[in-house]
């Protein structure tokens, strides 16, 4: 029986992973806002702080090619959101309990929600550096770099849907999910992606942004964008990303053991 | 290895945190091919006695197998022997009727080709062949149950489990749920395990009843043995002239067991003997000079069961018992 | 009663109930109290370094230069999330209460209102407090202040209008984003982080015909004490306070006509 169970896994990953894929599909708000907001909000800023590049020891002389890199987290923030109230609603609709009741194993119910955040991944990835480079964004590291770039911003949207994973699989109501909404606000905001940490003028904001690890997300993203084959920012950003996957979906797990208490 | 399809359970409690004891010793047996109703009132432990028998649940202590495997230990086994429709229509409203039957059989490990065809049939059996490309979120409350049901039986289960398939049904789906159910018992020998807090349900459906009030199992037995057992109709008049209640009650005396009647200003009684004394009570009442305005005969019904065994009315009782702790899983995360 | 008087307690009625939820249920207020508070901190403190560029001129500081930003945040996303609270009110049935009880349903929307105002003076109370404690520098003088907060109430009242045309037409809470979005874009096609002067590209040329570049700098006017643009933020008002007002009535018609 276990046998069974175990050589049908990746069967069971592709249909998990296909209604939630199907499910994001079908649900245009969920798709249509997460990918415009973060470029509605890049424009804005990109107008707004431009006069930012006169300032000495600015980075780059296009605020574009600076805030090329926010797109990409924000589509993770809310790729996670989505994903973890999806799951929220199976666990509270109890469509959680009629898995239960099939052969499936928790691994693959696991892989197949995050199947569906990746897909979002890659959709808004791809997206957003096609528009970045229409309206004249220019990245640094050439084509290879946009590929790296786009491996980055996709591992960094699986660590984050690992975390709506996580929330939602403790928690277990939407409600809760949307409650960490602000949390995914908070840590974008308060981190040095809108303005280059070694020019935040107030002290505790520095510290602040020096110690959230979306910083160096960013930072790692930004570092391919506007400077050139950068090991440390790449190693620190793949290096933040990895911890967050391998943590979380741990977590996950076993919050997962939790839930499914089927004997 | 012939097929088992019996539910044995004995001593099974489950107790929640707080010493909550949802389900307080219960012993039971279900035969091949039996409809089992579990009748009781809201919060009696129905629910949890099934999600403990369908491995959603882990027993605090007592033993129960199910299809001839043990529920805590060999949940796989019992899970591929089961089909289950919760309470709850556990439907994903974003994917279509047959998207879901598709899903389901997938993950149940049906073979590709017949996954197709085994769920057309279904969604046919069910009368959803319509609306088959239809997302469940557009269905009414009787086709999701329709698709719910469908889905528990995709893999062929030999027993299934109902948790309270009609709540919140109208009528001609209730009906309609019933003859499937009925049909899968007579025709293909599945056994069944139903919950209802409808005595017509347990009533109409179930070949062996069981009353569960307050965790414990209070009543068992077919609906006409157990009707047997508190037996006696009962007669109910309402007087013409309220005034008259306490000649009336004095005439019906010697007939029998005064009882609460139900509907208020009657007065009831349950016969000693048969409804054979029905003459003799009329003829009673006319010599007491008590003028009826109304006068029924009641035969026992399974409420008349419940009231015997528990002093309280089914009805009544749902109010009264404390809620079913239907968030256990997050207390026990919290 | 006069129909003056029946319109004006359905107004108070309505209204004491709104503030009352507001206050007594903090889930309903934080929102309101913390995004304000969160763009405050996030834009005063990340981003003051912007104001070292060539041709930033803004006498009062960075921070009193956000502060203005965000009252008129504040003041208009109140009024969203007022709206937020009426979709609420009709996806749960507790509008059709009122409705009934009601004989004249324009004091609801009035009552809306106000409760919508009500918290914006409580949220700009505390954002000013944070913007104190932050070493704010103020210029204008009490009068300047308070035609701050006039302007401020005026922004809150035109988005509650507007929120409760689209609450009271579509009658679901699905409805939020479709309040909250125009007035987002709204708000942030304007000069947000800086002078207009320094905005770049297409929305420089969006926001010099965005009412809401006029309502930012009269606000900065008013912090520094030299108040501008003044005439054609009254004007803007007026105009879209009478156009929002229209729409919130269609928005009654509609619910009406729904029953």
Known sequence: ?263 | ?334 | MSALGRTRSVALAVAWRSIHNAFTNPAFLLPSVLFPLFFFIAFAGGLSGVQNAPDFDYKSGYTSFQFAFVCIQAAAFGGVFTGFAIAADFEFGFARRLMLAAPNRGGIIIGYMISAMVRAIFVLGVVFLAGLVAGMRIDGSLGDLAALLVLALCVSAVATLWSAGIAMRLRTMQAGPAMQMPVFILLFLAPVYVPLNLVAGWVHDVARFNPATAFLEAARGFVSGEPTKVGITAICLVAMFALAALWARGGLRSAEQAG
């Open chain 2, 1 to 334: 290895m012939t097929e088992e399809r019996g539910i044995d359970v004995q001593g099974l409690v489950r107790e929640f945190k707080g010493g909550v004891r949802a389900v307080d010793g219960i012993d039971l047996r279900v035969a091949a091919g039996e409809i089992y109703g579990f009748l009781g009132p809201n919060g009696a432990g129905k629910s949890t006695t099934v999600k403990v028998l369908t491995t959603l649940l882990p027993p605090t202590t007592g033993r129960a197998t199910v299809a001839g495997y043990d529920v805590a230990k060999q949940g796989a086994k019992v899970r591929a022997a089961i089909g289950v429709a919760l309470q709850d229509v556990a439907l994903d409203p974003m994917l279509t009727g047959s998207e879901h039957m598709r899903l389901q059989g997938g993950l149940q490990g049906i073979p590709r080709a017949e996954r197709g065809r085994r769920g057309d049939e279904l969604l046919e059996r069910v009368g959803l062949s319509d609306a088959a490309d239809r997302k469940a979120s557009t269905y009414s409350g009787g086709m999701k149950r329709r698709l719910d049901l469908a889905l528990a039986l995709l893999h062929k289960p030999r027993i299934l489990f109902l948790d309270e398939p009609t709540t919140g049904l109208d009528v001609q789906s209730r009906t309609a749920l019933w003859e499937e159910v009925a049909r899968l018992a007579r025709e293909e020998g599945t056994t069944v395990f139903l919950t209802t807090q409808y005595l017509e349900e347990a009533d109409v459906l179930a070949n062996r009843v069981g009353i569960i009030d307050r965790g414990t199992i209070v009543a068992e037995g077919t609906p006409a043995a157990l009707k047997a057992q508190v037996a006696k109709p009962t007669v109910e008049l309402v007087p013409r002239d309220g005034g008259e209640c306490a000649a009336a009650s004095a005439a019906l005396a010697p007939f029998g067991e005064a009882v609460a009647p139900r509907t208020a200003g009657s007065i009831a009684v349950r016969l000693d003997s048969g409804a054979d004394q029905l003459a003799d009570i009329v003829r009673a009442l006319d010599q007491a000079n008590v003028a009826v305005m109304n006068l029924a005969l009641h035969e026992p019904t399974l409420d008349d069961v419940f009231l015997a065994k528990t002093g309280r009315s089914l009805e009544g009782a749902a109010q009264e018992a404390p809620p079913e702790p239907a968030a256990e899983r997050e207390r026990a995360l919290a």
């Open chain 1, 1 to 263: 029986m276990t046998a069974l169970a175990h050589s049908a896994l990746p069967s069971q990953v592709g249909l998990l992973a296909g209604r939630a894929i199907r499910r994001i599909l079908r649900q245009p708000a969920q798709l249509v806002f997460p990918i415009l907001f973060p470029l509605i909000l890049l424009a804005v800023n990109t107008s707004g702080l431009d006069a930012a590049t006169q300032l000495p020891g600015f980075p780059t002389a296009s605020y574009l090619d600076f805030a090329l890199a926010i797109p990409f987290m924000q589509g993770a923030l809310f790729a996670a959101l989505n994903g973890g109230q999806d799951l929220a609603r199976d666990i509270q609709g109890g469509f959680l309990d009629r898995l239960a009741m099939t052969p499936m194993s928790g691994a693959a119910l696991l892989a197949g929600q995050l199947g569906g955040a990746l897909f979002m991944g890659v959709i808004s990835a791809v997206l957003y550096l096609a528009v970045g480079v229409a309206f004249g964004a220019g990245i640094a590291t050439g084509v290879a770099g946009a590929l790296v770039l786009l491996a980055l911003a996709i591992v960094i949207s699986f660590a984050f849907a690992c975390f709506g994973t996580f929330v939602a699989l403790r928690a277990g109501t939407g409600e809760a999910v949307q409650g960490f909404f602000p949390l995914f606000f908070v840590l974008l905001f308060l981190s040095s992606a809108f303005f280059p940490r070694d020019l935040i003028e107030q002290d505790w904001f520095a510290i602040v942004a020096t110690y959230n690890p979306v910083s160096y997300m960013v930072e790692g993203i930004r570092s391919l964008v506007i400077a050139g084959w950068d090991g440390q920012a790449l190693a620190q950003a793949f290096g933040i990303s990895a911890i967050a996957i391998v943590a979380f979906l741990a977590l996950s797990a076993r919050a997962l053991r939790t839930r499914l208490v089927r004997t």
